[in-house]
């Protein structure tokens, strides 16, 4: 429950003291499940060495158990430690290790994170075909088990791909999928990306009509008014620094300074790729 809210302190504690009272007992397989959690809330927290040694460990309980489902959610996990390390081809190679494992078993869950995972991989490498392929299939999967709060990541996922592609009426269709399972599944993280996301297809869709691309930027700045988190700040800086800079309004300036100062604080903090991609556009942009 801490973990779904958020409160990520409060869930270690929780993990830690199932960890230590699995450990007493010898329950490995309460084990297993113990330290994979643990290593996801470091890895929520940039702390990927730590990260790594726990889903290894989790690994070599699930292969001393035998239990493949355990098995497969430890080699996804590392999978995510190098996608979030910007090291998509290898994270690709973990996911796809993933898909095979719960496809054999029938793992139905494991089916649809790794599928999720792979249209997410394939789109940042540019692998558009492949991509969509992953991603309906994993909004399929995720569909039928009622899945929303992994179901809003992969329409989200779809309508970025679209968005990518220009293809702004898909790009559309798919955030509103997004925005509604998110407020479904009380996901606030996806709602916050899924209306930012909203706004640039916005945007985009003006074409050369200012006054409604103003009406875009006016509806960011009434986001960024009441966001409190770090990092959706960051971002929603992020998106009026190129909004304003597409006009080519001196204004772009402040929130380029805005969301570089934000970014480098975080990337200091957690080394999330994506950080980091973010403080190199926002430098290469320097009058």
Do not use: W
Not at 74 to 98: C, D, P, T, W
Not at 225 to 237: F, G
Not at 257 to 268: G, V
Request: hydrophobic residues 35%; glycine residues 6%; aromatic residues 12%.
């Amino acid at each position: 429950i801490y973990f779904r809210l958020g409160k990520n302190k409060k869930a270690l504690k929780c993990y830690e003291n199932q960890l230590s009272i699995s450990e007493k007992l010898g329950e490995k397989r309460t084990i297993s499940a113990a330290v994979g959690n643990i290593g996801t809330i470091h890895l929520m927290n940039g702390r990927y060495d730590e990260a790594l040694k726990c889903y290894l460990r989790q690994k070599k309980i699930a292969l001393l158990l035998g239990n493949r489902v355990s098995i497969g959610v430890a080699v996804g996990n590392i999978g995510a430690i190098k996608f979030m390390q910007g090291k998509y081809k290898r994270s690709l190679i973990y996911f796809q290790e993933h898909l095979k494992i719960s496809t054999e078993i029938g793992d139905k869950y494991g089916m649809a994170i790794s599928t999720g995972n792979l249209g997410e991989v394939n789109r940042v490498l540019k692998n558009y075909e492949k991509s969509e392929t992953y991603l309906k299939e994993a909004i399929r999967i995720k569909t039928e088990l009622n899945a929303l709060f992994y179901l809003c990541q992969s329409f989200y996922c779809m309508a970025e791909l679209h968005y990518d592609v220009k293809n702004y009426r898909e790009a559309g269709k798919f955030y509103l999928n997004a925005l509604n399972s998110a407020h479904e599944s009380h996901n606030s993280e996806h709602v916050f990306k899924a209306r930012l996301l909203g706004l640039k297809i916005k945007f985009d869709k003006c074409k050369v009509n200012e006054d409604k691309k103003y009406g875009v930027i006016n509806e960011a700045l009434e986001m960024l008014s009441v966001e409190k988190a770090p990092e959706n700040i960051a971002a929603v800086n992020f998106e009026l620094f190129k909004m304003y800079k597409a006009l080519e309004d001196g204004r772009y300036e402040t929130y380029k300074k805005a969301a570089l100062r934000i970014y480098k604080k975080l990337y200091s903090k957690i080394p999330n790729f994506e950080y980091y991609q973010k403080i190199e556009e926002l430098d290469n942009n320097r009058r």
